[in-house]
C-alpha cells in the first residue's frame, strides 16, 4: 500500500503542474507562432514573424524601458521605504502594536478600490489632495495628464500599496538578530547608523534579497495599477509590456504579437533572475 | 586609585528591586568575582558597570573619573559577552579590530594590536575565518581577544565559560587567572559557579536577592562565611547545617548526640556549621551511620546519619568502611561555625 503511496502522489503533482502550469505556458508561446486576427479564427503559421515585427518595434522598446522604469524606481522605494518605516516600528513607543497593525493595512486592500480611492482624492475640482495643495499655495498637479506625472502617479500608489510587504517582512527579520550584537556593538563605540550597516544590514542580508527579487519579478508583471489609472497613456508614457501585451492581443486582436511579447518578457525575466542569483547566491559561504 | 569604584549601585525594574545598594571597590590589577546563585542581580550590576543598564540611583567611577551616565564607549571599559556576540559575517580579525577602527585608530595600529593579542590568545591561525566555522573554545579565546586588544581600564565579563565543556572551562579559567596577572588590569568577573569563583578571585562578592552578603578573599569567605547562606554557597560539598541547642557548654543535637560547644556564645539555639572536609574518622565522637559512599579517588566522601540530622563527611581515601557501617566522627572545634537561627548572621567566636 504504502509502497505506491509516493509514486502515486508524485504522478498526481507532475499531471497537475502539466495540465495546469506547463501547458498554458506552452499554449501562449505557441500563440506566438501564429497569425491570430481573433480567438475564433483559424490559425495561420507565420514562424518567427511576429517577433520580427514586434522587436524592430519603436513601442516594444519604449514598453520594455517603461517596465525598468517602472520595476525599478517602485522597488528602490520599497526597500527603502520599508525598511525605514520597520527600524522605526521597532523601537519602543507608546501604541506600536497599533501602528504595526495600521501600516499593513494598504497591503490588504484590492487595487481597484486603492486606484479608485486616489484618483478620487486628486480630482481636478473636488479632490482633498487638489484643495489642500491649493490652500497651501502649491501648483496645480495633473496627475495623469503629463507623461511624468503619470509615472509618477503609478509609482506613488505602488508604493503605497506594496511597501506594507517589505515594512512586515524586515520588522519580522529585526526579531531574530540576537540584542547582544547590538550590545557588543555598543561597547566597540558604533552608534545607530553603524549598528545598522555593520549588524542589521548584513544579518537580513538574505531576506533581503529575497525580498528583492520576488518584488522586483511582481513589479515587472504587475499589470493592474497601471492597466487601472493610465491604461499606459498618455502617449504610451506608462506603457510597460504586459500593458502593451493585453493592448495587442486584446484590443488590437493581434493575439500573435500579444502572445510574442509576452514571451520576450518572460525571456528578460529568466536572464534578470540568473544574473540576479549569479551576484547575490541564496547560500551563503559560512 | 584607578579601577573602578561602585557607590551604593541600585537597579530597579518598576517595582522590582534587581540590585539593592553595592558598594565595592576595584583597584587596578584586581580580579573581583560577582557570585550568587541565578537571578540574584550579578548580570544586572556587571551591565550597570558597563553602561548596557541604565543605573537607577548610585555612582559609578572608573579611573577615578565619574561615569554614572556615560554611554558604554565613553567608560573605558571592554566586555565578553556570555554567548560571545561575536559578528557573524565578519571575519575574526575583522571582529577584534572592530572596536579599534569605531574609535579612530588608523588601520596598521589596529592590525598590530590584533596580532599582539591574537599572538597572546594563540589564535593566529584564525584570524581569517568567520566565527561560523569556529568550536566554542575558539569562540570564547576570540571574545577574549576582542576585549583584549581595547586595553580598558576594567574587563567586565558574564559567566564566560558557562558554555563550555568542564574540561575545557577548567583550561580557560587557568588561562584567564594568567592573563589577567600578565596584563595587570582589573577586572570583574560574574559566575554562579564556586569553584571558578574560588579559584580566579582576588576577592569574591557574594550576592543574594540583589544584596551583598560578604565581600572578601576566597579564604576569607571560606573560612569565616558571613552568614549560613554564604557557608551553604561556598565550598563543596556543601557545609553541613545542623539546628542545635546550647546547654552547659554543649551542643545537643537531639537524640542524645552532643558534642563540645566552642566559647562565647550565651543563646540557647543555634545553627551549626560544619565542613564536611572538617571531619575526621575518630575512634570516639559523633556516632555515624553510613547511607552512601561515594569514592573520588584521592578523597572518599560519606553520606549519612547523626541522630536525626543527614550529614555529609569527606575524609581522605578510605578503603573498608562501607554503607551500613557506624563509625565516629570528630572535627576541632575551630572548624565549628555557629549562626544565628533567625537572621542566619554569623556569632563570632572568641579569637575573632
Ligand atoms: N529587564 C528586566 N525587567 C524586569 N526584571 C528584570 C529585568 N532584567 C532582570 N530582571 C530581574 O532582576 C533580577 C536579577 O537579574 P540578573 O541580574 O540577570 O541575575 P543573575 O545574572 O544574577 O542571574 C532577576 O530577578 C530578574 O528577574
Ligand atoms: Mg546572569
Known amino acids: 500500500m504504502t509502497r505506491w503511496l509516493l509514486p502515486g502522489f508524485l504522478t498526481v503533482g507532475a499531471i497537475a503542474t502539466l495540465v495546469l502550469i506547463?501547458?498554458?505556458?506552452?499554449?501562449?508561446?505557441?500563440?506566438?507562432?501564429?497569425?491570430?486576427?481573433?480567438?475564433?479564427?483559424?490559425?495561420?503559421?507565420?514562424?518567427?514573424?511576429?517577433?520580427?515585427?514586434?522587436?524592430?518595434?519603436?513601442?516594444?522598446?519604449?514598453?520594455?524601458?517603461?517596465?525598468?522604469?517602472y520595476a525599478g524606481l517602485t522597488i528602490i522605494l520599497q526597500v527603502v521605504l520599508g525598511i525605514g518605516f520597520a527600524l522605526i516600528l521597532n523601537q519602543k513607543f507608546v501604541g506600536r502594536s497599533l501602528l504595526r497593525g495600521l501600516t499593513f493595512l494598504p497591503y490588504l486592500l484590492p487595487t481597484v478600490i486603492a486606484v479608485l480611492t486616489f484618483k478620487w482624492m486628486v480630482d481636478g475640482s473636488f479632490g482633498i489632495i487638489t484643495i489642500l495643495m491649493h490652500e497651501w499655495g502649491l501648483p496645480a498637479v495633473n496627475w495623469f495628464e503629463t507623461e511624468a506625472a503619470?509615472?509618477?502617479?503609478?509609482?506613488?500608489?505602488?508604493?503605497?500599496?506594496?511597501?506594507?510587504?517589505?515594512?512586515?517582512?524586515?520588522?519580522?527579520?529585526?526579531?531574530?538578530?540576537?540584542?547582544?550584537?547590538?550590545?557588543?556593538?555598543?561597547?566597540?563605540?558604533?552608534?545607530?547608523?553603524?549598528?545598522?550597516?555593520?549588524?542589521?544590514?548584513?544579518?537580513?542580508?538574505?531576506?533581503?534579497?529575497?525580498?528583492?527579487?520576488?518584488?522586483?519579478v511582481w513589479m515587472f508583471n504587475k499589470l493592474d495599477v497601471i492597466w487601472l489609472t493610465t491604461g499606459g497613456g498618455p502617449l504610451g508614457a506608462t506603457e510597460h509590456l504586459p500593458v502593451l501585451s493585453y493592448r495587442k492581443a486584446f484590443a488590437l486582436f493581434d493575439i500573435g504579437s500579444g502572445a510574442a511579447i509576452a514571451t520576450l518578457s518572460f525571456l528578460v525575466l529568466m536572464i534578470a533572475v540568473t544574473l540576479y542569483f549569479r551576484a547575490f547566491p541564496m547560500e551563503e559561504v559560512k | 586609585m584607578a579601577g573602578a569604584?561602585?557607590?551604593?549601585?541600585?537597579?530597579?525594574?518598576?517595582?522590582?528591586?534587581?540590585?539593592?545598594?553595592?558598594?565595592?571597590e576595584i583597584s587596578d590589577g584586581e580580579l573581583i568575582v560577582l557570585l550568587g546563585p541565578s537571578g540574584c542581580g550579578k548580570s544586572t550590576t556587571l551591565r550597570m558597570v558597563a553602561g548596557l543598564e541604565s543605573i537607577s540611583s548610585g555612582?559609578?567611577?572608573?579611573?577615578?573619573?565619574?561615569?554614572?551616565?556615560?554611554?558604554?564607549?565613553?567608560?573605558?571599559?571592554?566586555?565578553?559577552?556570555q554567548n560571545y556576540a561575536l559578528y557573524p559575517h565578519k571575519t575574526i580579525r575583522a571582529n577584534m579590530a572592530f572596536g579599534l577602527k569605531m574609535r579612530g585608530?588608523?588601520?596598521?595600529?589596529?592590525?598590530?594590536?590584533?596580532?599582539?593579542?591574537?599572538?597572546?590568545?594563540?589564535?593566529?591561525?584564525?584570524?581569517?575565518?568567520?566565527?561560523?566555522?569556529?568550536?566554542?573554545?575558539?569562540?570564547?579565546?576570540?571574545?577574549?581577544?576582542?576585549?583584549?586588544?581595547?586595553?580598558?581600564?576594567?574587563?567586565?565579563?558574564?559567566?564566560?565559560?558557562?558554555?563550555?565543556?568542564?574540561?575545557?572551562?577548567?583550561?580557560?579559567?587557568?588561562?584567564?587567572?594568567?592573563?589577567?596577572?600578565?596584563?595587570?588590569?582589573?577586572?570583574?568577573?560574574?559566575?554562579?559557579?564556586?569553584?571558578?569563583?574560588?579559584?580566579?578571585?582576588?576577592r569574591i562578592v557574594i550576592m543574594r536577592d540583589g544584596q551583598v552578603q560578604q565581600i572578601g578573599s576566597p579564604l576569607e569567605v571560606y573560612d569565616r562565611p558571613a552568614n549560613a547562606f554564604v557557608a551553604g554557597f561556598i565550598g563543596s560539598p556543601e557545609m553541613n547545617l545542623l539546628a542545635a541547642e546550647i546547654s552547659g557548654g554543649r551542643l545537643i543535637l537531639g537524640d542524645g548526640v552532643?558534642?563540645?560547644?566552642?566559647?562565647?556564645?550565651?543563646?540557647?539555639?543555634?545553627?551549626?556549621?560544619?565542613?564536611?572536609?572538617?571531619?575526621?574518622?575518630?575512634?570516639?565522637?559523633?556516632?555515624?551511620?553510613?547511607?552512601?559512599v561515594e569514592q573520588l579517588g584521592s578523597q572518599t566522601l560519606f553520606i549519612g546519619q547523626v541522630g536525626n540530622h543527614r550529614l555529609r563527611a569527606m575524609t581522605g581515601r578510605q578503603d573498608n568502611i562501607s554503607v551500613g557501617d557506624t563509625i565516629s566522627l570528630k572535627t576541632s572545634p575551630s572548624s565549628i561555625h555557629l549562626f544565628e537561627n533567625e537572621s542566619g548572621m554569623r556569632i563570632r567566636n572568641n579569637e575573632e
Request: glycine share 6%; net charge negative.
Open chain 2, 105 to 202: 585608530m588608523e588601520a596598521g595600529e589596529a592590525s598590530r594590536c590584533v596580532n599582539e593579542a591574537a599572538e597572546m590568545l594563540d589564535i593566529t591561525h584564525l584570524l581569517d575565518r568567520k566565527p561560523g566555522q569556529l568550536s566554542g573554545g575558539q569562540m570564547q579565546r576570540v571574545a577574549l581577544g576582542r576585549a583584549l586588544v581595547r586595553d580598558p581600564a576594567i574587563f567586565l565579563l558574564d559567566e564566560p565559560l558557562s558554555n563550555l565543556d568542564a574540561k575545557l572551562r577548567a583550561r580557560m579559567r587557568e588561562e584567564i587567572a594568567l592573563l589577567q596577572r600578565r596584563i595587570g588590569k582589573a577586572m570583574l568577573y560574574v559566575t554562579h559557579d564556586q569553584t571558578e569563583a574560588m579559584t580566579l578571585a582576588d
Open chain 2, 258 to 292: 552532643s558534642m563540645s560547644a566552642p566559647e562565647g556564645p550565651n543563646l540557647k539555639s543555634v545553627t551549626v556549621g560544619i565542613r564536611p572536609e572538617a571531619l575526621e574518622p575518630a575512634s570516639e565522637g559523633l556516632p555515624f551511620s553510613i547511607q552512601g
Open chain 2, 59 to 81: 555612582q559609578l567611577l572608573i579611573d577615578d573619573r565619574d561615569v554614572t551616565k556615560l554611554e558604554p564607549k565613553d567608560r573605558d571599559i571592554a566586555m565578553v559577552f
Open chain 2, 5 to 24: 569604584s561602585l557607590k551604593k549601585l541600585r537597579k530597579t525594574y518598576g517595582n522590582v528591586i534587581a540590585v539593592e545598594g553595592v558598594d565595592l
Open chain 1, 150 to 216: 503619470s509615472m509618477f502617479s503609478v509609482i506613488l500608489i505602488s508604493v503605497w500599496l506594496w511597501t506594507p510587504f517589505v515594512t512586515t517582512t524586515f520588522l519580522a527579520g529585526l526579531q531574530t538578530v540576537p540584542v547582544q550584537l547590538y550590545e557588543a556593538a555598543r561597547v566597540d563605540g558604533a552608534g545607530p547608523i553603524r549598528q545598522f550597516f555593520h549588524i542589521t544590514l548584513p544579518m537580513l542580508r538574505p531576506i533581503l534579497t529575497v525580498i528583492v527579487l520576488l518584488r522586483g
Open chain 1, 22 to 69: 506547463v501547458g498554458p505556458a506552452l499554449y501562449a508561446v505557441s500563440l506566438s507562432f501564429y497569425d491570430i486576427p481573433s480567438l475564433t479564427s483559424d490559425p495561420v503559421w507565420v514562424g518567427l514573424n511576429k517577433y520580427a515585427v514586434v522587436l524592430s518595434s519603436g513601442e516594444f522598446w519604449n514598453a520594455m524601458w517603461n517596465g525598468i522604469v
